[in-house]
């Protein structure tokens, strides 16, 4: 089955410990990203990744690292967590503009984790 | 960089009706737009696409209307059912590589469409 599994689903955590939400996809993907949605604001772009070994940054991506050394995995790292990172967190991953085609951002999201920072 | 919004944030309407969704956006640089669908407790799913270079693209039910002059799309659902009901989004993107905005996608807030039986 093809899919997006991000774990943990749940996580709630004090400011500063640090943490890394995982991101994996089986449909062999070039383009992933990450977002976080909040009440209001929709969905925001942290960062998203074009092919292995390249990132870059979406509209809001202070407070959050990344890493693609693996075309299935985009792990998110909080290296120090702050209240104002609590959120709604969705990885997704499609084929991507690379490929120049139509549905190229036909994404497929993961089932999102729920992040409360205190 | 690129701001795609939404008029109305909510929409109710009766089964069986159609339903029209609208987006405005500000950025020229996007040219290709999506529309996603999320049901309460999902994530998001894709709907329908469109490149700049069309004006209306139709799908199962749905159709995306791109009026480049004033910079807005909009998403009709004919014949809404109860399983319509979800918040949908817009998204802007681009296709063409090069740009500052070239690999990023930037949503809309959102519509809540309700559908009463």
């Known amino acids: 089955e093809a899919q997006v599994t991000q774990n943990p689903r749940y996580l709630i955590t004090v400011t500063g410990k640090k943490l890394t939400v995982t991101c994996s996809q089986n449909m062999n993907h070039e383009y992933m990203s990450w977002y976080r949605q909040d009440p209001g604001l929709g969905l925001r772009q942290i960062y998203y990744?074009?092919?292995?070994?390249?990132?870059d940054k979406g509209d809001v991506p202070e407070g959050y690292k990344v890493s693609r050394k693996e075309k299935r995995n985009f792990p998110l790292i909080l290296e120090s967590p702050s209240p104002n990172q609590t959120s709604l967190y969705f990885c997704?991953?499609?084929?991507?503009?690379?490929?120049?085609?139509?549905?190229?951002?036909?994404?497929?999201f993961g089932p999102g984790t729920r992040l409360t920072v205190t | 960089g690129e701001n795609v919004g939404l008029h109305l944030p909510t929409l109710s309407v009766q089964e069986g009706d159609n339903s029209i969704i609208n987006c405005a956006y500000s950025?020229?640089?996007?040219?290709?737009f999506i529309w996603y669908k999320q049901e309460s407790g999902k994530g998001p799913q894709f709907i329908i696409d469109i490149r700049s270079n069309m004006d209306k693209r139709q799908g199962q039910r749905v159709t995306v209307l791109l009026n480049k002059t004033v910079k807005h799309l909009s998403l009709q659902i004919a014949a809404t059912q109860p399983g319509d009901s979800a918040v949908y989004f817009c998204a802007g993107a681009r296709l063409q590589a090069g740009g500052t905005s070239y690999g990023k996608l930037t949503f809309g807030q959102g519509t809540i469409l309700t559908v009463h039986p």
């Open positions: 950025n020229s640089a996007s040219d290709y």
């Open positions: 990744s074009m092919n292995v070994e390249v990132t």
């Open positions: 997704a991953s499609s084929f991507g503009p690379v490929r120049g085609t139509a549905r190229s951002y036909e994404q497929y």
